[in-house]
């Protein structure tokens, strides 16, 4: 593919977003694009999504690119939007497949792209394991769109080394009650306040950067003489390790415990959405800055990068440990951030991912 046909399937991909499971109309334009290319993709069963190999025997290496898109509100209009630079990455795994499609006879082995839905609710990379997509895989590689302030265009890095993150859900269940008597039951928000207060005493390793916040708390409803006895509330919790984040929801669960007890009232939770911290090989590292130098040249290598966000892709070293992995920081001036609604890049970042990937391949192939 070349750099204007790169740029229209882009154009193509980000006028027609989609969000989490919904990645239909993607998967199929995607897939036809590859049958009319010669590949031979083969479509997920029970979701969204597809892989497709290049090369003879079984795949060595692997490319994953995220699909979907966030659900957010443009002009007061609620829609699907692609402001994490999923589109730029379908397109940019697409280039490489098309460049070692050009070579495929010379290629020591094959590469199994794989277009997996369902990034952003932090779970499609854990049924793309489970379908045993990547249980033949020596090195798997990645790619993420990174904002100006972070790694300016052209500048790139061999490895994100993404936080742990995890979504807590729950409900206090209790007895509405008259508000000239309360005596007679417990007050939600008085329960919930106690549980944010203990929060604040929630301490871990100083040297492991965390994050432990109440996101969402509901109750009471239109009459004010009414003391609620029940509310639902919701918890973002962040880890820059996998260690610490299984303290921090030790030690959440023994909060919640406490003040069940002290209150005498029962609080129900569950986590949801864990997405483990990066599990970087430092070999696969290593081919992908190897790539940098001999693409971009030294003076444009970046060192790992260290950032509170998460990504999915982790699942794959952390239910495979077997397989080598890492992810480009792909130097985008991306602005004004990832996940803004108006969120912009240069588009000729997209050559170079398609360039420092494919070489990035070819190094883990030669190994």
């Given at each position: ?29 995607l ?32 490319l ?43 290629l ?13 609710v ?8 489970e ?23 052209p ?58 916040k ?13 003391i ?22 030790e ?33 696969a ?15 444009l ?64 192939l030669?190994?």
């Amino acid at each position: 593919m070349k750099k204007k046909e790169l740029v229209e399937m882009w154009e193509y991909l980000h006028q027609h977003p989609e969000v989490s499971w919904d990645e239909h109309g993607t998967t199929n334009y995607l897939m036809n694009h590859f049958k009319q290319a010669g590949f031979h993709p083969v479509a997920f069963e029970s979701i969204p999504g597809f892989y497709v190999d290049v090369g003879t025997g079984k795949p060595k290496v692997g490319l994953r690119a995220d699909m979907d898109g966030l659900l957010q509100e443009i002009n007061g209009i609620l829609q699907a939007n692609h402001s994490c630079g999923h589109d730029a990455h379908m397109t940019i795994v697409t280039g490489v497949m098309h460049r070692l499609k050009e070579i495929e006879k010379k290629l020591n082995g094959s590469v199994r792209a794989i277009f997996q839905p369902a990034e952003e609710v932090g779970n499609g990379a854990v049924k793309v394991v489970e379908m045993g997509i990547v249980d033949e895989l020596v090195y798997l590689f990645g790619v993420h769109v990174r904002p100006k302030n972070e790694i300016p265009y052209p500048k790139c890095a061999p490895g994100i080394q993404h936080g742990s993150c995890a979504f807590v859900k729950g409900k206090i269940k209790g007895d509405d009650h008259h508000g000239a008597r309360p005596n007679e039951g417990i007050n939600a928000i008085e329960v919930g306040s106690s549980i944010m207060q203990h929060l604040k005493h929630l301490h871990t390793k100083p040297q492991v950067p965390t994050s432990v916040k109440i996101t969402q708390f509901h109750a009471g409803g239109d009459h004010l003489n009414i003391i609620p006895g029940s509310a639902t509330f919701g918890f973002d919790l962040r880890a820059q390790t996998n260690e610490v984040m299984n303290e921090i929801k030790e030690k959440l669960a023994s909060i919640i415990t406490y003040v069940s007890a002290l209150y005498e009232v029962e609080i129900t939770y569950k986590i949801k959405d864990h997405i483990p911290a990066a599990i970087i090989s430092t070999e696969a590292e290593a081919k992908v800055e190897q790539a940098i130098k001999e693409i971009l040249g030294p003076d444009l290598l970046q060192p790992r990068i260290i950032t509170s966000g998460s990504d999915d892709f982790h699942y794959f070293t952390l239910m495979r440990p077997q397989i080598k992995a890492t992810m480009l920081a792909l130097g985008a001036d991306v602005l004004p951030g990832l996940h803004h609604p108006n969120m912009r890049f240069n588009t000729q970042a997209i050559e170079n991912g398609v360039n420092i990937l494919l070489q990035s391949c070819l190094l883990a192939l030669e190994s």
